[in-house]
T-cell receptor
Framework: GENVEQHPSTLSVQEGDSAVIKCTYSDSASNYFPWYKQELGKGPQLIIDIRSNVGEKKDQRIAVTLNKTAKHFSLHITETQPEDSAVYFCAAAHSGGYQKVTFGIGTKLQVIP | DVKVTQSSRYLVKRTGEKVFLECVQDMDHENMFWYRQDPGLGLRLIYFSYDVKMKEKGDIPEGYSVSREKKERFSLILESASTNQTSMYLC?????????????FGPGTRLTVT
């Protein structure tokens, strides 16, 4: 089955700096690579995803990159703000079969004002 | 907005008790999921359901069962709770015709088994 590894497990940055979270996956059949943000006391919420036929995607201060050859994908947050503080999960999924989503262990991001 | 609600935010149960965790979604989603979330382990899939009365085992089904009698409701049952089932339980739902990653999560139930 799919295995998703995520690092770092914790990350502290100064407000205004950038934050980068990296993930690797094992199943070459995976073709969806979403990122979820979990704020304190809430469930995870999908914030951005990238498909296997795309190398990079941006949405305001958030960007995701995918290297299918190396089976790596990353989340980049620029100009971090205190409200970016949360736990971020990467995941991998594919559209065939039961469409199961496999999650990384999560990264706790703290943005220091 | 999709709303997924879970019956309790916090629950404390004793070892051996039968525990019911309820999840309700209001957007007519066909697919529903139960995960548990543990530090250092991320989210792990317990069971999922593709339609009413249908269920499939996820990665860690041992010690759990589920029930889906109505489309909007998906229940997770711990037949005989044990201390290693102390965890955060998350329910999610998804429209069948959307991507596998487009799941909407409830706020979670933090279960403590003593």
């Amino acid at each position: 089955g799919e295995n998703v590894e995520q690092h770092p497990s914790t990350l502290s940055v100064q407000e205004g700096d950038s934050a980068v979270i990296k993930c690797t996956y094992s199943d070459s059949a995976s073709n969806y690579f979403p990122w979820y943000k979990q704020e304190l006391g809430k469930g995870p919420q999908l914030i951005i995803d990238i498909r296997s036929n795309v190398g990079e995607k941006k949405d305001q201060r958030i960007a995701v990159t995918l290297n299918k050859t190396a089976k790596h994908f990353s989340l980049h947050i620029t100009e971090t703000q205190p409200e970016d503080s949360a736990v971020y999960f990467c995941a991998a999924a594919h559209s065939g079969g039961y469409q199961k989503v496999t999650f990384g262990i999560g990264t706790k991001l703290q943005v220091i004002p | 907005d999709v709303k997924v609600t879970q019956s309790s935010r916090y629950l404390v149960k004793r070892t051996g008790e039968k525990v019911f965790l309820e999840c309700v979604q209001d957007m007519d989603h066909e697919n529903m999921f139960w995960y548990r979330q543990d530090p250092g382990l991320g989210l792990r899939l317990i069971y999922f359901s593709y339609d009413v009365k249908m269920k499939e085992k996820g990665d860690i089904p041992e010690g759990y069962s589920v029930s889906r009698e109505k489309k909007e409701r998906f229940s997770l049952i711990l037949e005989s709770a044990s201390t290693n089932q102390t965890s955060m339980y998350l329910c999610a739902s998804r429209r069948r015709d959307r991507g596998p990653h487009e799941q909407y999560f409830g706020p979670g139930t933090r279960l403590t088994v003593t």
